[in-house]
């Protein structure tokens, strides 16, 4: 290992629909976090590791910082909340098309109190007009202090490179804490749950996406090589049910077809999915399901 290795943490945080995930999954070079158009995609903390000759970045990925509205939203903002202090650098990240909100002042409040460089990353520059930049970039400067502002769009990788470099003076020497192949601290059943869950957000719609849970009840790998994968998604209502299901079961074939191609990316092997809907009322404001569905927090 070079003897001026670096390594260190680096926490993303925003508004919901910055982009983070989009950012995490362009900078690590595969899909870790789940993308979707809708708000609050990202649950749990998901760490990506970027691995170099000269250094180690550890980036996490935090849920969307919202006022909460269930148990469920109560964890989601404070595992967002509790990172900022525990890392050696801070990304603010917000969307150059919405413009500042009043979201972003309560993360900007937030901020007031980390002790750590904070960035501010303007994603989404392909959205707007050059023009409109500059006075954006202005008026975040003149609330907050930042260490460097970095216009970018994580979707077309414009200006992250850029970033990253201006990241690894930031961080101090230290060990590489992860293989050099390591790219998540997630095992393969939360991303696989994950990319089935994604395929819910984006294919139905209103209060379906965010009442439902992916649990994977059976993964095992059979003698031919293939994956046999068994996962039951849980919803709060009959009625969601029935929507996931969809009119002569078309729409949960939809969504296990679509999630079966990305997981057999990941997993690099033919995959059989087997998915079932499951009804469990309210459990977004129980904590017993919360933690068994692998929201687990140090408050709960």
């Given at each position: 290992?070079?003897?001026?290795?670096?390594?260190?943490?680096?926490?993303?945080?925003?508004?919901?629909?910055?982009?983070?995930?989009?950012?995490?999954?362009?900078?690590?070079?595969?899909?870790?976090?789940?993308?979707?158009?809708?708000?609050?995609t990202t649950r749990n903390?998901?760490?990506?590791?970027?691995?170099?000759?000269?250094?180690?970045?550890?980036?996490?990925?935090?849920?969307?910082?919202?006022?909460?509205?269930?148990?469920?939203?109560?964890?989601?903002?404070?595992?967002?909340?509790?990172?900022?202090?525990?890392?050696?650098?801070?990304?603010?990240?917000?969307?150059?098309?919405?413009?500042?909100?009043?979201?972003?002042?309560?993360?900007?409040?937030?901020?007031?109190?980390?002790?750590?460089?904070?960035?501010?990353?303007?994603?989404?520059?392909?959205?707007?007009?050059?023009?409109?930049?500059?006075?954006?970039?202005?008026?975040?400067?003149?609330?907050?202090?930042?260490?460097?502002?970095?216009?970018?769009?994580?979707?077309?990788?414009?200006?992250?490179?850029?970033?990253?470099?201006?990241?690894?003076?930031?961080?101090?020497?230290?060990?590489?804490?992860?293989?050099?192949?390591?790219?998540?601290?997630?095992?393969?059943?939360?991303?696989?749950?994950?990319?089935?869950?994604?395929?819910?957000?984006?294919?139905?719609?209103?209060?379906?996406?965010?009442?439902?849970?992916?649990?994977?009840?059976?993964?095992?790998?059979?003698?031919?090589?293939?994956?046999?994968?068994?996962?039951?998604?849980?919803?709060?209502?009959?009625?969601?049910?029935?929507?996931?299901?969809?009119?002569?079961?078309?729409?949960?074939?939809?969504i296990g077809q679509k999630?079966?191609?990305?997981?057999?990316?990941?997993?690099?092997?033919k995959v059989y999915l087997?998915?079932?809907?499951?009804?469990?009322?309210?459990?977004?404001?129980?904590?017993?399901?919360?933690?068994?569905?692998?929201?687990?927090?140090?408050?709960?």
């Open positions: 290992m070079n003897d001026n290795f670096k390594s260190g943490f680096i926490t993303i945080i925003g508004r919901p629909n910055t982009g983070k995930s989009t950012f995490l999954n362009h900078v690590i070079g595969q899909k870790i976090a789940i993308m979707s158009d809708k708000r609050q903390r998901i760490q990506g590791v970027l691995t170099s000759t000269d250094s180690q970045l550890v980036f996490i990925d935090t849920p969307g910082i919202h006022k909460p509205k269930h148990r469920l939203g109560d964890f989601m903002v404070k595992s967002a909340q509790d990172t900022l202090n525990e890392v050696d650098a801070v990304l603010f990240m917000v969307n150059a098309n919405e413009g500042y909100g009043k979201g972003d002042q309560y993360i900007l409040d937030l901020l007031q109190q980390v002790n750590r460089p904070v960035f501010l990353v303007i994603n989404k520059i392909d959205l707007v007009h050059p023009d409109e930049l500059l006075p954006l970039i202005d008026q975040y400067r003149n609330k907050y202090d930042f260490e460097a502002v970095f216009p970018i769009s994580a979707l077309n990788g414009n200006n992250v490179s850029s970033l990253i470099k201006e990241l690894k003076s930031y961080i101090p020497e230290g060990p590489q804490y992860y293989p050099d192949d390591y790219v998540t601290d997630h095992p393969e059943r939360f991303i696989i749950s994950e990319l089935i869950r994604e395929k819910v957000l984006q294919l139905t719609r209103e209060e379906v996406p965010h009442s439902i849970a992916v649990i994977i009840e059976n993964l095992e790998e059979r003698e031919s090589g293939s994956i046999f994968i068994q996962a039951s998604i849980v919803t709060e209502r009959k009625t969601q049910k029935g929507i996931i299901i969809g009119k002569h079961g078309d729409m949960l074939k939809n999630a079966r191609s990305d997981i057999e990316a990941l997993l690099g092997s087997e998915l079932w809907v499951k009804v469990q009322k309210d459990w977004r404001n129980k904590q017993s399901r919360l933690q068994e569905f692998g929201y687990r927090s140090d408050e709960y």
